[in-house]
């Protein structure tokens, strides 16, 4: 990464989701693997659509199910990113509203339209420019969207890494 990229988001701190397969998975997977602040908030039970989610993901169990949990997650981040695939719907659509109801800011990245490569450059300047410390990532299920999980995990990857200045 080039020195101008790496300032884009110089105050990303954590990355946080619901724990939910596709989306949610893939960008804790990508901070886990980098040593990066994951966490967020995940419904009582763990509830996953594969069962329970796994003790290894550093979720809050919160009561009121998943709607609870989506907007949980969207109030206590800076920022959400929301991924999705021709349209946002389901549980994806109810965190873009959450995120407009609450006023946070928010950035649609659609899986069809650009690169990993680029959703992350397209992250990175909405990080620096909004000032996000804590990024919320959201979007499909597998079960709705199989092709989720391999293009958040490189795109948030990729996000982590230009911005990765942490000493140690």
């Known amino acids: 990464m080039t020195a101008i990229q790496h300032r884009y988001h110089p105050m ?6 619901g724990g939910q397969t596709g989306a949610d998975r893939a960008a804790l997977d990508a901070a886990l693997e980098a040593g990066f602040p994951a966490g967020g ?6 509830k ?7 003790a290894r993901y550093p979720l809050q169990e919160i009561g009121g199910g998943y709607r609870a949990r ?7 981040a800076d920022g959400t990113a929301i991924f999705y695939s021709s349209t946002p ?9 959450f995120c407009i109801k609450t006023g946070k800011p928010y950035k649609l990245i659609d899986i069809d339209l650009v690169t990993p490569e680029r959703a992350a450059q397209l992250l990175a ?6 000032g996000i410390a804590t990024l919320n990532v959201a979007g499909p299920r597998h079960s709705g969207c199989p092709a989720v999980y391999a ?3 490189d ?7 230009a911005g990765d200045h942490r000493q140690g």
Do not use: H, M, Q, Y
């Open 125 to 130: 300047v909405f990080a620096g420019g909004a």
């Open 12 to 17: 990303l701190e954590k990355i946080i989701s």
């Open 48 to 54: 996953a659509e594969d069962g329970t989610i796994d």
């Open 155 to 161: 795109s948030v990857s990729r996000l982590i890494a």
């Open 89 to 97: 719907s389901g549980g994806t659509e109810l965190t873009l509203l």
């Open 151 to 153: 293009f958040v995990k």
């Open 41 to 46: 908030c995940c419904p009582v039970g763990r």
């Open 70 to 76: 989506t907007r949980r997650n969207v109030e206590d």
